[in-house]
């Protein structure tokens, strides 16, 4: 034992501290992870997003909302082309994919009605009593109501989705 002492002063004359080596074996690989990932905070920044993409997210989720534009049991009447003929209408509601496009239909009422007459002046008596001039009248409603609203190009999947339509009768006017 003595030879080990003697050894001992010759290489440093201090014993080891084994608590700084513990220190040393934990505190540098935990003083580096906290450096690691303070630098990848920083660099991949924060995982809240800007106020106006937030607002985009929230307009881009896709509602569905009724917009009434004539009522079930109003019986709306249309001339069609030739001025012999009258559709009357019975209900016609929209499926719109947006608040803001409901609120627009319920705005542009007045402008909706006149393209709606327009539609029906450019239809015969034939063209509304087949599925698919039915499909075209709805087309037609469809695209002239969402440019009537604003809701074109980019904008049209929040307006106007779908057009239920209920005719009642068409009808002879002599």
Do not use: H, W
Not at 133 to 155: C, M, P, S, Y
Request: proline residues 4%; neutral net charge.
């Amino acid at each position: 034992m003595p030879e080990e002492m003697e050894q001992q002063q010759e290489q440093g004359g201090k014993k080891p501290n084994p608590i700084m080596g513990i220190l040393k074996l934990v505190g540098i690989p935990l003083i580096v992870s906290l450096v690691v990932t303070l630098a990848v905070f920083f660099l991949l920044g924060q995982n809240k997003q800007p106020q106006q993409q937030q607002e985009q997210q929230q307009v881009t989720a896709l509602t569905q909302i009724k917009a009434v534009v004539i009522q079930a049991g109003k019986f709306q009447t249309f001339m069609l082309k030739g001025g012999r003929d009258v559709v009357v209408i019975d209900s016609l509601t929209l499926l719109v994919g947006s608040e803001p496009c409901r609120a627009a239909v319920a705005e542009k009422n007045d402008e909706i009605m006149d393209a709606l007459s327009i539609i029906f002046l450019s239809k015969e008596r034939f063209e509304l009593t087949t599925p698919a001039g039915i499909d075209l009248l709805k087309k037609q409603i469809r695209e002239a109501v969402n440019e009537i609203t604003g809701f074109t190009g980019e904008k049209e999947k929040f307006g106007v989705i779908n057009v239920y339509i209920y005719i009642k009768s068409i009808s002879s006017v002599q």
